[in-house]
C-alpha cells in the first residue's frame, strides 16, 4: 500500500506545487490522477520516486518511509517502484528484448549490465513478460521498429520486469490513438488486477478515466479538491477541478475525437464493402 500525508513541496522561487496531500492506495487500486496542467500531476508522480524531492510530509510504501533515505537505500526501494513514461523512454536503437531487460538493471552487477550478461531467469521472465503484453514476436525487433501503442507496451514490460510493489504511469495514452489508448489503458487495468498492484495514472483523458479507473483524484493547484469513484465525477466536480471554461474545452475536444473516430470506422467499413 502506499500512504502519502501532508505531501509538500515548494520550489525555490515559492511556487506551491504540492499542498498538504495525503491519500493512500491499497493493492490492486488503480487510480487516475486528473486536473489542469499545472496542478502538480507530475510532480506528485515525482516526489512518490524521488526524482523530484518533496519539501516536507511522508511518503511510505509498505509501510516504509522514503522520504528518509540515503542515496543507497533510495536506489534499492526506487527498484520497487515501476514507472511508465509518456514518451516511451526506450532506447531505440536496442531490441524489444533488451528495452525489456533494463528493468533489472538495479537487479545486476555493473559488469552484467555494461555487457547485457543477465541471468537465465531475468531472460525467461522477459519472455513472459512480452507474452503478457502481446509482444513475443517483436522480441527481437529494434525498439525504434515499433508502433506508439507498440512501444507504451514494451515500457509496461520493462516496469513489470522491476516486479514492482507500485506502478507510476505518465501520460499513457497522450501520444496514441483512441482505439489504442483504450487497449493500453485496459492492460494496466488487467496487471494491477491480476498483480494486486496499486497504480497512479497521471492522465489528461477524463472520459478515459471515467471509463476505466477504480478511483478518480483531481488535483487543483497542488491540491486534492475531488477524491471518488468515477461515477461521482459530476459537471460540478470537474468545474471545481478545471474551472468552467476549461472544463467546457476539454469536453468539446473529447467530442471532437469521438466524432473523429466513428467516421474513421465509417469509412473503413465504406472500404471493405
Same mark, same amino acid.
Given at each position: 500500500?502506499?500512504?502519502?500525508? /501532508?505531501?509538500?513541496?515548494?520550489?525555490?522561487?515559492?511556487?506551491?506545487?504540492?499542498?498538504?496531500?495525503?491519500?493512500?492506495?491499497?493493492?490492486?487500486?488503480?487510480?487516475?490522477?486528473?486536473?489542469?496542467?499545472?496542478?502538480? %500531476?507530475? !510532480?506528485?508522480?515525482?516526489?512518490?520516486?524521488?526524482?523530484?524531492?518533496? !519539501?516536507?510530509? /511522508?511518503? %511510505?510504501?509498505?509501510?516504509?518511509?522514503?522520504?528518509?533515505?540515503?542515496?543507497?537505500?533510495?536506489?534499492?526501494?526506487?527498484?520497487?517502484?515501476?514507472?511508465?513514461?509518456?514518451?516511451?523512454?526506450?532506447?531505440?536503437?536496442?531490441?524489444?528484448?533488451?528495452?525489456?531487460?533494463?528493468?533489472?538493471?538495479?537487479?545486476?552487477?555493473?559488469?552484467?549490465?555494461?555487457?547485457?550478461? +543477465?541471468?537465465?531467469?531475468?531472460?525467461?521472465?522477459?519472455?513472459?513478460?512480452?507474452?503478457?503484453?502481446?509482444?513475443?514476436?517483436? @522480441?527481437? %525487433?529494434?525498439?525504434?521498429?515499433? /508502433?506508439?501503442?507498440?512501444?507504451?507496451?514494451?515500457?509496461?514490460?520493462? @516496469?513489470?520486469?522491476?516486479?514492482?510493489?507500485?506502478?507510476?504511469?505518465?501520460?499513457?495514452? @497522450?501520444?496514441?490513438?483512441?482505439?489504442? /489508448?483504450?487497449?493500453?489503458?485496459?492492460?494496466?487495468?488487467?496487471?494491477?488486477?491480476?498483480?494486486?498492484?496499486?497504480?497512479?495514472?497521471?492522465?489528461?483523458?477524463?472520459?478515459?478515466?471515467?471509463? +476505466?479507473?477504480?478511483?478518480?483524484?483531481?488535483?487543483?493547484?497542488?491540491?486534492?479538491?475531488?477524491?471518488?469513484?468515477?461515477?461521482?465525477?459530476?459537471?460540478?466536480?470537474?468545474?471545481?477541478?478545471?474551472?468552467?471554461?476549461?472544463?467546457?474545452?476539454? %469536453?468539446?475536444?473529447?467530442?471532437?475525437?469521438?466524432?473523429?473516430?466513428?467516421?474513421?470506422?465509417?469509412?473503413?467499413? @465504406?472500404?471493405?464493402?
Amino acid at each position: 500500500m502506499l500512504e502519502l500525508t /501532508s505531501l509538500t513541496k515548494v520550489y525555490k522561487t515559492g511556487d506551491k506545487a504540492l499542498n498538504d496531500v495525503s491519500f493512500t492506495v491499497p493493492k490492486g487500486q488503480i487510480v487516475g490522477l486528473i486536473g489542469p496542467s499545472g496542478a502538480g %500531476k507530475s !510532480t506528485l508522480i515525482r516526489c512518490i520516486n524521488r526524482l523530484v524531492e518533496p !519539501t516536507s510530509g /511522508s511518503i %511510505k510504501l509498505g509501510g516504509r518511509e522514503l522520504t528518509r533515505l540515503s542515496s543507497g537505500e533510495l536506489r534499492a526501494q526506487r527498484r520497487r517502484i515501476g514507472m511508465i513514461f509518456q514518451e516511451f523512454a526506450l532506447v531505440e536503437r536496442l531490441t524489444v528484448m533488451e528495452n525489456v531487460l533494463s528493468g533489472r538493471l538495479g537487479y545486476v552487477s555493473f559488469w552484467q549490465s555494461l555487457t547485457r550478461r +543477465f541471468p537465465p531467469a531475468d531472460i525467461q521472465r522477459a519472455y513472459r513478460l512480452l507474452d503478457r503484453v502481446g509482444l513475443m514476436s517483436h @522480441a527481437d %525487433k529494434r525498439a525504434d521498429a515499433l /508502433s506508439g501503442g507498440q512501444r507504451q507496451r514494451v515500457g509496461i514490460a520493462r @516496469a513489470l520486469a522491476q516486479e514492482p510493489e507500485l506502478l507510476l504511469v505518465d501520460e499513457p495514452t @497522450a501520444s496514441l490513438d483512441p482505439k489504442t /489508448s483504450r487497449q493500453i489503458m485496459r492492460l494496466l487495468v488487467e496487471i494491477c488486477a491480476e498483480d494486486g498492484l496499486p497504480a497512479i495514472v497521471n492522465i489528461h483523458d477524463v472520459p478515459l478515466a471515467q471509463q +476505466f479507473m477504480q478511483r478518480i483524484i483531481g488535483l487543483q493547484s497542488g491540491r486534492v479538491v475531488f477524491d471518488g469513484p468515477p461515477e461521482a465525477l459530476t459537471t460540478e466536480a470537474l468545474t471545481t477541478i478545471y474551472g468552467a471554461e476549461d472544463w467546457n474545452a476539454m %469536453k468539446n475536444d473529447a467530442a471532437e475525437d469521438v466524432a473523429a473516430e466513428a467516421d474513421a470506422v465509417r469509412r473503413m467499413a @465504406a472500404i471493405s464493402a
